[in-house]
Each structure stands twice: as structure tokens, then as C-alpha cells.
């Protein structure tokens, strides 16, 4: 049967009337398959008790992106789920959770909401006002150690979804999507009835072009559309470099060839693809600026205090320029605190391109995973110059967070603050074309200017761009001529000039 002709191309109830409807029959799988972390009875009761019982209808948002963080909610009964959107209803879904679940933690930062929750069926949920949750959580440590753990895996989450959108393309991530969706409904081989739409919005990819990949997919005999859904036929390949193989420092994408242009420059790409933005008449949403990055928010770095306590219980080492201090994929055993020096934190793929999360400064860490009893490395760090870093093993660090309510507190902020980082990266890579990307990531480096103008003394070249933005060296050449002619950005002797009012992409 062709893909184009399979009962999965009906009208898609998820993206009709309400946004978060699921399709007929559709499973309850998310982006990326994930073990459910639901709270003991005891923490259920507890914040029942504290909290109002509420019934939201299916397809209802109770929770939206840019909403005050003032609830968390617990689920009694029903499913929800969680996904980022833009302008043009565009979505990638973050994920769905059940009962025994809760979501809204991350108002823990102070921050607004990044993601919009919506009932999946009739959900009985507790709503739990901020000040409240606060109060359990700072009294109540097996609270509080839950959330660490639960915003730990979310950030694994997270940067799985954020290394396949900049690092695979469409079809290799339909393939892994398909994969995680039958083996969470039984085998590898057990079929999956859901529709085209939801597959995009599960991939960051549009309908159409999810019904072409089906397509190439069925007729070279990688999947098969039966009555009762997707069958998946071939094993996709790894995406993610095998534990404890040595990543390439900034490969960055290949120039040319098919498939090199990352996830939003490319055949096969997603929404941000140059064939997807032709069938969209009119300029793109325009993208939000991350923070400078000389504005740094200090609830990254750990207190003095907290500092001392840490390199008092570890072990110091030394590191040389281009020497890995963490590799993806390793048993995370150990807390990482970085006292001097810089480290470049990276993604890697089996095709060997790279990607690059950002940097770590003094007084930040890395290691978070450590707080799950098997949590591996989700990424590697090099080191940029000369580095001392604190290696503190996981029981002094348990110890630790047993013992320092202070310590607990700031590392559960700081995993809030990266889960929101990376969300937000998602739905760059995602609903973002590669000039919009771009010039968000230049407006992130630059500092402002009185006349409204941002300049970046030392601009960064096109590969460590095409590393940061998910592309290849070459699509950013040609991005960074089209911000030129349209007067976006000027080249100085003194550096790069981004101009205020002309930040929009011309239609």
C-alpha cells in the first residue's frame, strides 16, 4: 500500500479543533521514549492535600508558553502533553506524562513557562500554587530529590531531541521515532497507528514531508503500511556515537552532499527546509533572541561557599587545551565542577558531525546525571585552554546534596535553567529556518549598543556558526551573504555590526 494512501493521512484530529487531541488509536508515546516518573503515593497525597483538584476536557492547554510560573500539577488521571509552538501553529511535541506524573516544576527558576501543556484525554489533575510547591519542597527533602532526578532526565531528553534535529535528518528520525513507539507498545515490530501529523510534530518535520520520507521509506522496504499501522522493517542506525568512543572536536556538518546541510538546511529536513518554505507564503516567525551572553545569569555559578565544600570532597585535576574531561556516553559517576579555565560542551553523531550546546565557565558544573543511580554522559566536554576541574564521586556527592539543602536547592535551579536552555534550542532547530537560527545565535554573542545595534568584537568563523545552528559550513556562507545584502549585518574593521530594526527576514 502506498504511504500516500494509508488510513494515517486522514484529517488529524490532533492538529483540529484542539491542539492537544490526540489522533484516533494514536499511542502514548512521546519525542523520545522515556521511563515514566511518577511520585510515590506518599509525595501524591501530600500534595493533594496541599493543592485543588481540578478536570480539564481533552484538547484543553491549562498551561501555556509565556504563562506566569505559578502552578505545578499532578496527574490523578489522563494524560497530558507538553509541546512547543510558533506563530504558524507549527509544533514539536516535548513529551507526554500519566498518572502518578506532574508537570510545571521547572517554575522552580522563577522563569515563565516554555512549553504548553494540553489534556491528551479527560484529565483529573491537582493544581499546586508555587509558593506552596516551594514550601513542601524545601521541608520535605524526598521532594526535592525527586525533582532533582525528574529535571535530570529531562535534560537527557532534551539533548537526545536537540542531537537529532541538529545532527540527523528527517528520515533517520522518523526511523528512531518509530522504533521507540513500537518497542514502548510491545516489540520493534509491533505496528503503530498514528498519523503523518503527528509524526512531524514528534520529529520536527511538516506533514508533507513526513508523507515523502513514508514514502521512500516504504518502497526500499524500511517500513510497511499495514491496516493496523506502521510496521518498521530495517533498524535504523545509531545516532549517537557508541559509550566511550571519542568524538571529533567542532567537525561541524560536511560541506555539500546530500544531506550535509543540518536539520533545517537540507533534503529531508524539517519545517525550516528550503523545499518545506515554499509551500509557506510569507516571511518566517521571527526569532527571539537568547540573552547575551555577557549577561550571564549568575544562578549558573555555584557560591564560593559551595565551591570550597565541593573541591574539599573531590579529587583535582588538570587538563590541557583540546583534552576531554567528560565523553558522551560514559557512566556519569562522578560531579564536574570547573574552578578555572573553559570548557566547550559538544553532541556528536556516528556520521561524524558535530554539535556544539555552549560553553562552561568558572564556578559552573557539569555532571548532573549523577543524581540518577545508572545516568550516562549526554554529552562530552573539551577543554577550550588550560583547565582545573573537581571530580567529586557520586556517594560524596549524594552525600552532599543530602547535606546541603543549599547545594540541592541551586543544583535543581540550574537543571530547570539547562532543561529550559535546550527546550528552547529545540524549538529553534525545529520551527526556525537556518538564517533565523543564525541571527539569533549572532544577536546571543553580541553586546548592545546605544544606537540599538549589536556588535561582536571577535566574531566567531562560519564552521564554529554552522556547529552552533545545526549546518554545514557552506549553507552558512550563504546566509551570512543573504544577512548582508539585506543590510542585517555589517562587516567593521572592529568586528560584526547585527542592525537594529532589520532582524526580520524579508519575505
Known amino acids: 500500500m502506498n504511504a500516500a494512501a494509508t488510513p494515517h493521512d486522514e484529517p488529524d484530529p490532533e492538529r483540529n479543533n484542539h491542539p492537544g487531541s490526540p489522533a484516533p488509536h494514536a499511542p502514548a508515546v512521546t519525542a523520545h521514549i522515556r521511563p515514566r516518573w511518577a511520585l510515590p503515593a506518599r509525595l501524591i497525597d501530600e500534595l493533594t492535600a496541599a493543592g485543588k483538584v481540578r478536570t480539564v476536557p481533552a484538547g484543553a492547554d491549562f498551561a501555556r508558553e509565556g504563562d506566569p510560573p505559578d502552578q505545578v500539577f499532578v496527574i490523578l488521571s489522563g494524560r497530558v502533553r507538553g509541546y512547543v509552538s510558533d506563530d504558524e501553529d507549527r509544533r514539536l511535541v516535548m513529551g507526554e506524562l500519566a498518572v502518578g506524573e506532574y508537570c510545571g516544576e521547572m517554575l522552580i527558576d522563577g522563569l515563565d513557562r516554555c512549553i504548553t501543556t494540553a489534556a491528551v484525554e479527560p484529565s483529573r489533575l491537582v493544581a499546586v500554587r508555587r509558593a506552596v510547591f516551594m514550601q513542601i519542597m524545601s521541608t520535605d527533602h524526598e521532594l526535592l530529590l525527586h525533582v532533582m532526578r525528574k529535571l535530570a532526565m529531562r535534560l537527557a531528553t532534551a539533548t537526545e531531541l536537540v542531537r537529532r534535529l541538529a545532527l540527523a535528518d528527517v528520515r533517520e ?37 513526513v508523507n515523502r520520507v513514508l514514502k521512500r521509506m516504504t518502497t526500499e522496504g524500511d517500513v510497511a503500511n499495514t491496516p493496523e499501522g506502521l510496521v518498521l522493517k530495517r533498524m535504523p542506525v545509531p545516532i549517537a556515537l557508541p559509550p566511550l568512543a571519542l568524538p571529533s572536536r567542532s567537525v561541524g556538518a560536511a560541506d555539500g552532499g546530500e544531506g550535509s546541510e543540518g536539520a533545517a538546511g537540507r533534503e529531508g529536513a524539517g519545517p525550516a527546509g528550503p523545499a518545506e518554505r515554499a509551500e509557506r507564503p510569507g516571511a518566517p516567525s521571527s526569532p527571539t533572541p537568547l540573552p547575551p551572553r555577557h549577561t550571564r545569569d549568575t544562578r549558573l555559578v555555584l557560591p564560593t561557599d559551595l565551591v570550597e565544600e565541593v573541591r574539599a570532597r573531590g579529587r583535582v585535576k588538570h587538563y590541557a587545551p583540546g583534552e576531554f574531561v567528560l565523553l558522551e556516553g560514559a557512566p556519569a559517576d562522578t560531579f564536574v565542577l ?17 554539535f556544539t550546546l555552549g560553553d562552561v565557565r568558572p564556578g559552573e558544573y557539569l555532571g548532573e546525571m549523577t543524581v540518577l543511580d ?14 582545573e576541574v573537581v571530580h567529586l564521586p557520586r556517594p560524596a556527592f549524594m552525600d552532599l546534596v543530602e547535606h546541603r539543602i543549599d547545594f540541592a536547592k541551586h543544583m535543581a535551579v540550574r537543571l530547570s535553567m539547562r532543561v529550559r536552555q535546550l527546550t528552547n534550542l529545540a524549538k529553534q532547530l ?50 551570512m551573504r543573504e544577512l548582508a545584502d539585506q543590510g542585517v549585518i555589517v562587516q567593521r574593521s572592529g568586528g560584526l555590526a547585527i542592525r537594529a530594526g532589520k532582524r526580520r527576514r524579508q519575505a
Do not use: W
Open 338 to 354: 570547573l574552578t578555572r579555565g573553559r570548557l566547550n560542551v559538544t553532541l556528536s553523531s556516528t556520521n561524524g558531525r558535530s
Open 173 to 209: 528520525r522518523v526511523q528512531h521515532f518509530l522504533l521507540e513507539a513500537a518497542t514502548a507498545l510491545g516489540s520493534p515490530a509491533t505496528p503503530v497507528n498514528i498519523s503523518q501529523q503527528a509524526i512531524g510534530d514528534r520529529v520536527g518535520a511538516t506533514r508533507s514531508m
Open 374 to 387: 545508572r545516568g550516562k554522559r549526554t554529552a562530552s566536554a573539551c577543554a577550550v585552554e588550560a583547565c
Open 430 to 479: 525545529a520551527l526556525l529556518d537556518v538564517q533565523s537560527r543564525t541571527l539569533a545565535l549572532l544577536e546571543y554573542l553580541g553586546e548592545q549598543h546605544g544606537d540599538g545595534s549589536r556588535h561582536i568584537a571577535h566574531p566567531p568563523s562560519q564552521q564554529e556558526i554552522g556547529d552552533r545552528v545545526g549546518a554545514s559550513r557552506s549553507m552558512i556562507n550563504r546566509v
